[in-house]
């Protein structure tokens, strides 16, 4: 074989294995939290919107961001708000009640609610 044709096979040996390490790394969680996450939010009685309405009916602020996640095993949504002042808030809207359950601020001020 000749030098040419030697590199391009090496070059297609090692795309072929850099695309399969690529396919492996974007590939389902390996411990299963991605489904449990999932189930959760199917399972969960309020949705993305009504949280983002109650985190800011609560804080007066816009929603920038927000996204569903588990923690201690309950389905929450953590909505990240910006007040008039500017003040960044997190807040921690539980999927199964659509209560406000943690509100913190760009001070590390933390607020926990019953």
């Not at 974007?26 to 959760?40: K, L, S």
């Not at 309405?53 to 990240?80: K, L, P, W």
Request: charged fraction near 25%; proline fraction near 2%; avoid cysteine.
């Amino acid at each position: 074989m000749t030098k040419s044709k030697s590199a391009i096979a090496l070059l297609i040996g090692g795309g072929l294995t850099l695309g399969m390490g690529m396919m492996a790394f974007a590939g389902p969680d390996r411990d299963g939290t991605g489904d449990q996450e999932h189930a959760a939010f199917q399972a969960a009685p309020i949705g993305l919107a009504q949280a983002i309405s109650t985190a800011e009916s609560q804080s007066g602020g816009r929603a920038m961001s927000a996204e569903f996640e588990t923690e201690d095993g309950s389905g929450v949504f953590e909505v990240e708000l910006l007040a008039a002042d500017g003040t960044e808030i997190e807040i921690l809207v539980d999927a199964s009640t659509g209560q406000v359950v943690i509100v913190h601020d760009d001070n590390d001020k933390m607020e926990e609610k019953d």
